[in-house]
């Protein structure tokens, strides 16, 4: 029996593949392990595909030097800049997604972290969705404390995204202004005060496989059960503008390696799918099974009604997953 037929009945059975597995999966034949990824996600997670929407609600100025971001003060990019967007554009775009049958909208906003009186300004915005649209909020506001994400809680948000980005090792080469821990550390208020989170990584910020497995286990360790997967879209003004650019074949890697490590999440392509040449069809056909549609923070990405058509047409259905 080869290593991906034994892991995957070890993973099927319930049990957790260590770091040392998922090295040697991840050297294994690409197409067996990407069959037996989708047998994993079909085991746990059925034909369900999770879909989201974001809007970019403050954009640019951000106080942070994250080497990847076209928002970030620290470059010089042709990012737009703007405040917090109103309440009335805010509740618009979410009613306007929820009209196309997306289940869930994330509201994301540049900078460390809201202050109070933002947070404020976006509980209403919040609450009045609440009223207006049959849909699912999420929140990216930075690193909040629990007792903030408990009033965003209380105004009808479900779910947190806060990524953290790559692995605990690779995290002082892309960032310095806040650590890996800061982000651990806001993933845990949220939990505290009763939201799920959604978080992930980008994958081409200079790291190794062993990176992305131990980001994966971090995640898994977090009990994380949204993964969004993102391949940088290289930004000219950022220190990452050279960067070399992922293929489909290392993207189908890294979702098949991450449904065998956290089988029964929701595998989320985000940002770069529009540098792929299917629009990440294959990817979901090797363990991925969300996705998030429309445009993303700075660059393109793929409209509604076509992730819609192409998610039936891959047997999916849309439905809200590890609420």
Do not use: W
Request: charged letters at 25%; glycine letters at 8%.
């Amino acid at each position: 029996m080869s290593d991906v037929q034994r892991l995957k009945e070890k993973v099927l059975s319930g049990g957790e593949i260590a770091k040392e597995e998922a090295l040697t999966l991840y050297e294994a034949p690409l197409e067996s392990l990407c069959k037996a990824a989708d047998e994993i996600r079909k085991y746990f997670c059925g034909n369900g595909f999770d879909i989201c929407t974001i809007i970019n609600g403050k954009s640019g100025r951000c106080s942070e030097d994250c080497k990847y971001c076209a928002q970030s003060a620290y470059y010089h990019t042709e990012t737009e800049e703007y405040p917090l967007l109103g309440k009335e554009e805010i509740v618009r775009q979410a009613k306007y997604n929820a009209e196309r049958g997306v289940l869930r909208y994330s509201i994301v906003t540049s900078g460390r972290a809201l202050d109070d009186s933002e947070v404020e300004e976006m509980c209403e915005a919040i609450r009045e969705i609440k009223r207006q649209a049959d849909i699912e909020v999420c929140v990216s506001f930075g690193l909040l404390n629990e007792a903030q994400y408990r009033k965003l809680r209380e105004a009808g948000v479900t779910r947190v995204h806060n990524n953290l980005e790559t692995s605990r090792r690779n995290f002082p080469n892309v960032c310095t202004t806040h650590t890996f821990d800061d982000k651990a550390a806001a993933i845990r208020a949220a939990m505290a005060a009763g939201l799920s989170v959604c978080s992930g990584g980008i994958m081409g910020l200079g790291e190794t496989a062993e990176d992305r497995i131990d980001l994966a286990l971090s995640l898994r360790e977090l009990g994380i059960r949204s993964v969004p997967v993102n391949m940088l879209n290289p930004i000219p003004g950022t220190p990452y503008e050279g960067n070399p650019r992922l293929g489909e074949e290392d993207m189908r890697r890294i979702a098949a390696v991450y449904r065998f490590i956290l089988p029964k999440a929701s595998i989320r392509l985000a940002g770069g799918r529009g540098l792929m040449e299917d629009k990440g069809e294959s990817c979901f056909l090797s363990g991925a099974n969300a996705v998030i549609s429309g445009d993303m923070l700075t660059t393109s990405g793929y409209t509604i009604e076509s992730d819609m058509s192409m998610i039936e047409k891959l047997g999916y259905r849309a439905v809200l997953c590890n609420g």
